[in-house]
C-alpha cells in the first residue's frame, strides 16, 4: 500500500502525487510524439489548479466543455489556440468566451449551433474554428452513463444530417471548418473499441473526402481507461498500445494531423482521497465502517456503481481482516463506497486511503448536506 502521512491534515481530503503525474506525462509524451500526435487535455477529468500547471507545462493543449473551463484553461497557462471546446449545449455567452480568446476549435453538436456560432462570430468580427462532432454509433462497451458515441445518445451530428450540414457550413461566412470530432465515452478498457472507432472515422472520413472535403484534423476524443481493481500494477496506463491502434489503423491524409482528449487515463492514479474511520457498527451479516468522506467527496460508487480500492493506512497485513461495508455520513442508502470488502479490522480514529480518484473525484464533489469542500494536498 502506498504511503499516505496523515501530517495532521483535516479529513476526508485529496491527495495528489504530483511525481507520478510528471511520469505519467513524460510517458504520455514519449508515446504519443514518434507519431506526432497532438494531445488535449480533458479538464473536466480534474481542474485543480495545481495539477493543471503541471500538465500546461507539459505542453498538453486544453480541451473544455465550459466557458469557465476555457477561461481556467488560459489561467493555467494553455495557449488559446491549443483549446478545444465541446459540449451539446453550449450557451450564448459561453460562445463569446470562445470567440473573445481565439480559441483552436469549438467542437460543435448541431446544425442549431453552427447556426448560432456564425451569427456570433460575425458580430464580433471573427472567424470561428469548428470540428464537427460527429456521432459514429459505436458502442464504447463502458457504463451506458458514460458512453457517448451511439446514435440513441444527445451527443454529435448523425450520418444523415451530413449533406444538411454541408450546405450549411458553405452559407457560414463565418466559420472556418477545421477538423471531424469523436467521443465515444470514457473508461475503455478493450483497445479493440478504439480499432472500431479508426474504422468508422475512415469510413465517414471518405464521405467529406468524396464532398471535396479534407479535415485538418481528426479529433478522435478520449476514453482510454484506468485500472480500479489493482492500480499498482498500472499506475501508468499503456499510451504506448493506445496510440499504436490509431497509428494501425487511421488512414489519414496527407499533412492531416491527429487529436486527442484524455483526461482519465492522465490524473484517475495521481489522486486519493483520504477519509476517517467515525464509527464501527455492527449489521446482521456485515460490519460498517462509517467513514467522515461520502459521495459529496466521492460520486461515483454511488453514480456508477463504480470500484474504488479502499485500503487501510499504516496496516500491510492480510491477517485478521474482517468483512466491511464502507460507508459515508450521507442520508441516502447509495452513499456506500464499497460493499463486502476485506480491511484489516478498524477503529474509530483509523484511516482509509480510497485509490485511483485523481480523475472525477474532486471536481464532482457538492456541498449537499452543506458540507464544508474537502481540501487538496500533494506530494512531490
Ligand atoms: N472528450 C469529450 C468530448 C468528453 O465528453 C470526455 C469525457 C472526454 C473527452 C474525456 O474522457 P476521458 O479521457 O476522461 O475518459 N464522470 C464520469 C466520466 C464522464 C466522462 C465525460 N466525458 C466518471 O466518473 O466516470
Known amino acids: 500500500m502506498k504511503k499516505v502521512e496523515e501530517q495532521g491534515r483535516i ?15 513524460d510517458k504520455l509524451k514519449t508515446a504519443s510524439e514518434p507519431y506526432g500526435f497532438k494531445v488535449h487535455y480533458a479538464l473536466k477529468a480534474n481542474s485543480n ?48 468566451i470562445g470567440l473573445q480568446n481565439d480559441i483552436f476549435t469549438f467542437n460543435v453538436e448541431s446544425t442549431q449551433e ?5 451569427d456570433l462570430a460575425g458580430k464580433m468580427g471573427k472567424t470561428a474554428g469548428i470540428a464537427l462532432r460527429i456521432n459514429p454509433n459505436v458502442n464504447a462497451k463502458t457504463h451506458h452513463y458514460i458512453t457517448t458515441g451511439l446514435e440513441e445518445n444527445k451527443f454529435g451530428i448523425n450520418s444523415w444530417e451530413f449533406v444538411e450540414v454541408l450546405s450549411l457550413l458553405q452559407k457560414s461566412k463565418n466559420i472556418e471548418l477545421k477538423g471531424l470530432h469523436f467521443h465515444i465515452g470514457s473508461q475503455i478498457t478493450e483497445l479493440s473499441v478504439f480499432k472500431g472507432l479508426c474504422l468508422r472515422v475512415n469510413e465517414i ?29 498500472a499506475l501508468i496506463p499503456d499510451f504506448k498500445a493506445f496510440f499504436k491502434v490509431f497509428h494501425e ?33 455492527k449489521g446482521i451479516n456485515v460490519n460498517f465502517a462509517i467513514v467522515d468522506a461520502g459521495m459529496t467527496e466521492l460520486i461515483r460508487p454511488a453514480l456508477y456503481q463504480s470500484f474504488h480500492k ?31 470488502i476485506l480491511l484489516p479490522e478498524l ?34
Open 310 to 340: 479502499i485500503e487501510k493506512i499504516g496496516s500491510e497485513s492480510e491477517k485478521g481482516q474482517t468483512v466491511y461495508d464502507v460507508v459515508g455520513p450521507i442520508c441516502e442508502s447509495s452513499d456506500c463506497f464499497a460493499k463486502r
Open 49 to 96: 489548479p495545481e495539477i493543471l500547471r503541471l500538465i500546461s507545462e507539459s505542453g498538453l493543449g486544453a480541451d473544455c466543455v465550459s466557458g469557465n473551463e476555457v477561461l481556467r484553461a488560459i489561467e493555467s497557462g494553455f495557449p488559446s489556440d491549443s483549446i478545444a471546446f465541446a459540449g451539446v449545449g453550449k450557451s450564448d455567452a459561453e460562445i463569446t
Open 114 to 118: 453552427i447556426r448560432v456560432i456564425d
Open 249 to 281: 489503423h487511421l488512414e489519414l491524409q496527407p499533412q492531416q494531423q491527429v487529436h486527442f482528449e484524455l483526461g482519465r487515463a492522465i490524473v484517475a492514479q495521481s489522486g486519493s482521497l483520504v477519509t476517517k474511520v467515525l464509527f464501527v457498527k
Open 205 to 233: 472520413q471518405q464521405f467529406f473526402i468524396d464532398h471535396h472535403i479534407i479535415p485538418g484534423h481528426l479529433n478522435v476524443g478520449g476514453g482510454l481507461g484506468v485500472e480500479y481493481e489493482q492500480p499498482d500494477i
Open 11 to 25: 479529513t476526508p481530503y485529496y491527495i495528489y502525487d504530483l511525481s507520478l503525474l510528471g511520469h505519467t506525462l
Open 347 to 380: 477503529n474509530r480514529g483509523d484511516l482509509l486511503v480510497i485509490r485511483t480518484t485523481g480523475a472525477y473525484g474532486e471536481v464532482m464533489s457538492s456541498n449537499y448536506n452543506l458540507r464544508t469542500k474537502a481540501l487538496a494536498y500533494y506530494t512531490s
